[in-house]
């Protein structure tokens, strides 16, 4: 029982420290934020924080797990299909994600995303290769097919970019239509 309380609040205080970190972001960039920004917007003392993360530097390398693990999350409940609604569903989750982290809409708005983007691609690539063992594409061969998708994955990081740097101007769902008119039209013909 005092387990399951410690556990509570020691996530409790970690929720607390990740949207304090969001809540200064967007009024600081990410080199600027400091262990005293994120404690007094958490409300929490520095030793809380201390208990969670060495400095700020970790806590941005376990906010960039939690983002990359939130996208294969929402990638692994995608199973492609000849299917607009489908496709746009999808595209929409990962764009109404995008839109709500805070973390991954500046990284993508700004050039300091380079070691997230690299640990975020080597990722794919990894997932690119369980794809392709578990997939026969119908038409052409596997190294053609692994760039296929390694192509629609820079693709949509592509399109999440502009539309990040453009502050979210276009709605989620006319972006959602745009990626999945990319993936049926390009990608899953490879696939079938």
Not at 131 to 148: G, R
């Amino acid at each position: 029982m005092i387990n399951e309380i410690q556990d509570e609040r020691y996530h409790v205080a970690d929720e607390a420290i990740y949207d304090a970190f969001f809540l200064v972001l967007k009024e600081k960039d990410l080199d600027k934020i400091t262990v005293s920004d994120i404690i007094k917007k958490a409300g929490i003392v520095r030793s809380t924080f201390y208990n969670h993360y060495e400095n700020v530097p970790a806590l941005v390398i376990a906010i960039e797990d939690k983002t990359i693990n939130d996208i294969f999350s929402i990638m692994e409940t995608f199973h492609p299909k000849s299917d607009w609604d489908m496709c746009k569903s999808y595209f929409l989750t990962i764009c109404e994600y995008t839109m709500t982290n805070p973390f991954l809409a500046s990284l993508l708005k700004s050039p300091r995303g380079g070691t997230f983007f690299e640990k975020t691609l080597t990722m794919f690539h990894n997932y690119v290769r369980k794809v392709m063992q578990s997939t026969t594409p119908s038409c052409n061969n596997k190294d053609e097919f692994s760039y296929m998708i390694a192509c629609t994955i820079g693709s949509t990081i592509g399109v999440l970019h502009k539309w990040a740097n453009e502050n979210f101007k276009v709605p989620a769902e006319v972006i959602a239509d745009i990626l999945t008119k990319a993936f049926i039209s390009g990608m899953l013909p490879f696939m079938l």
